[in-house]
């Protein structure tokens, strides 16, 4: 971890400066200097100190004009086993100036030495059907070799009581687990997956969607915001965030029409944005208003008795889903406005 302490311009010099370091909590510091970017002589922390966590260090020379910079390194390691790091507020105290420097908080993750990486992260399956979840294991540590690995499942948020053992794995080796109906509530489902070892190694758990038995929407985006700086020019705006618009149709059989409609994009005040919200398409710009707008369908198909997931927005081309096109007039405000997606199992003309 390193601070740059710098002296920019004034009228006088900075006399005095001591470096009252607040360093973040689960990290064990084991050494520090301080050495000024001109190639002077370093000055080392003192080990107690960086123990504590808490360092009051005079810089030897004072900062002029000649005499800028000076860098403090610290060299350490994170400590075993995760946790959050809060952010810590540093000061720099002078006899002319007084700065301060907080460090970000930050999370630690557990160092991992297996990975479930599964196929598919959608699913879906009708009524009196089953479902096959797959994947592989990844092995990301090579000094472990040929660990036994034992799946865990967690259904909607109970442990399921029945864990795959897979026995000895080596990397990429694939794994399937079946699903029935009976398994699973009507709607959306969420199915966490976690590998464990025979040495007490764990896997981050990863999720996969199913969705049972009935049209319905799948994911879907709650909110989406634009931002754009106006120019006097009519410009396109895309989301500062991915969004996600999925249909799952899990029925033996039936079509689906999707249409969206918009209410007004106004300010608190009242007062209508001079743009229009559009649904877009690799071939169309569809644009939405308070009335509905036909979005995408999909006809019922002879002997298609399991449908699945559809993207219609975040697919992964990305070239399907919302675009905000700002007319010149434009002016500056917060504005919002709410999007109503209508799912119908039937297709109008």
């Known amino acids: ?9 004034g009228k006088s010099d900075w006399h005095n400066v001591v470096a009252k370091l607040k360093l973040p909590k689960h990290l064990t510091f084991e050494s520090g200097t301080i050495t000024p970017a001109d190639g002077g002589r370093s000055q080392r922390l003192s080990p107690a100190a960086l123990a504590n966590h808490e360092v009051a260090q005079q810089i030897a ?5 000649d005499h800028t910079t000076v860098h403090i390194h610290l060299t350490g390691k994170v400590d075993a086993g995760p946790g959050s790091v809060a952010p810590a507020t540093s000061n720099f105290n002078g006899t002319e100036a007084v700065e301060e420097a907080t460090t970000p908080g930050l999370v630690v ?4 030495k297996l990975a479930v990486k599964l196929d598919e992260t959608n699913l879906a399956l009708a009524t009196g059907q089953s479902v096959a979840v797959g994947g592989h294991i990844a092995i990301l540590d090579s000094a ?4 036994t690995v034992t799946l865990q499942y967690e259904l909607n948020g109970v442990a399921m009581p029945n864990e795959q053992a897979l026995g000895e794995v080596v990397d990429e080796q694939a794994f399937q687990k079946m699903f029935s109906a009976a398994d699973l509530q ?3 489902n969420e199915l966490c997956v976690t590998a464990v070892d025979d040495h007490g190694n764990k896997s981050l758990p990863v999720k996969v969607h199913i969705f049972k038995g009935q049209l319905d929407f799948g994911t879907i985006t709650k909110a989406v915001n634009f931002y754009a700086n106006l120019t006097g020019q009519a410009t396109k705006v895309y989301p500062a965030q991915p969004f996600d618009l999925t249909v799952a149709d899990t029925r033996a059989t039936g079509s689906w029409q999707l249409s969206a409609s918009v209410a007004p994009l106004q300010t608190a005040q009242q007062a209508t944005l001079a743009g229009q919200l559009e649904y877009v398409t690799p071939t169309e710009r569809l644009p939405l ?4 707008q036909r979005i995408a369908t999909k006809p019922s198909t002879v002997g298609d008795t399991l449908k699945t997931v559809t993207a219609v927005a975040g697919d992964k081309t990305g070239d399907r889903g919302l675009l905000l096109q700002l007319y010149s007039s434009a002016v500056v405000g917060h504005y919002s406005g709410e999007i109503t997606w209508t799912l119908a199992n039937t297709i109008t003309a």
């Open 1 to 9: 971890m390193d601070y740059k302490v710098c002296y920019i311009k």
């Open 109 to 112: 993750d557990p160092l991992l």
């Open 186 to 188: 009507d709607g959306s």
């Open 289 to 292: 208003s308070t009335t509905q």
């Open 144 to 147: 472990l070799q040929s660990p």
């Open 61 to 65: 020379d004072k900062l002029d004009q």
